[in-house]
């Protein structure tokens, strides 16, 4: 059994996250309640507990930022997808980071969203 060290996996920030390229696609691994309250336009939203089971819904030809609250779980599933061959980074300081460098966060329905 492996010990998770968040300081091995690789980061990005907030704002280049949000600039990146078509190349990368942000993955959102909070719970239900956390993504209906406001997200990341244009994420994709898988949370951390179903990530293994649906990892092959996760582009592998594209960088994956994974994000969450804080960064704690976004932390373990970039670690997790790098297991399993993936490009993928953690965003440093979450969606909690997102709101506060005044990035746009909304609803499914594109309203002003916030973070929980």
């Known amino acids: 059994m492996?010990?998770?060290d968040p300081n091995q996996v690789p980061e990005v920030g907030v704002v280049d996250a949000h600039g990146a390229d078509g190349h990368t696609v942000l993955l959102d691994v909070r719970e239900a309640d956390e993504w209906a309250a406001g997200h990341a336009p244009g994420a994709v939203w898988i949370p951390l507990g179903q990530l293994?089971?649906?990892r092959t819904e996760v582009p592998f030809n594209r960088r994956v930022?994974?994000?969450c609250r804080s960064g704690n779980r976004s932390a373990r599933a970039?670690?997790?997808l790098i297991s399993w061959g993936f490009?993928?980074?953690n965003v440093a300081?979450?969606?909690k980071a997102w709101?506060?460098?005044g990035l746009p966060v909304v609803r499914d329905d594109d309203t002003p969203g916030t973070v929980v």
């Open 2 to 4: 492996s010990v998770f």
């Open 52 to 54: 293994e089971r649906a």
């Open 65 to 67: 930022a994974c994000v």
């Open 78 to 80: 970039a670690e997790a």
């Open 87 to 89: 490009d993928a980074v």
């Open 93 to 95: 300081g979450g969606m």
């Open 99 to 101: 709101a506060a460098a």
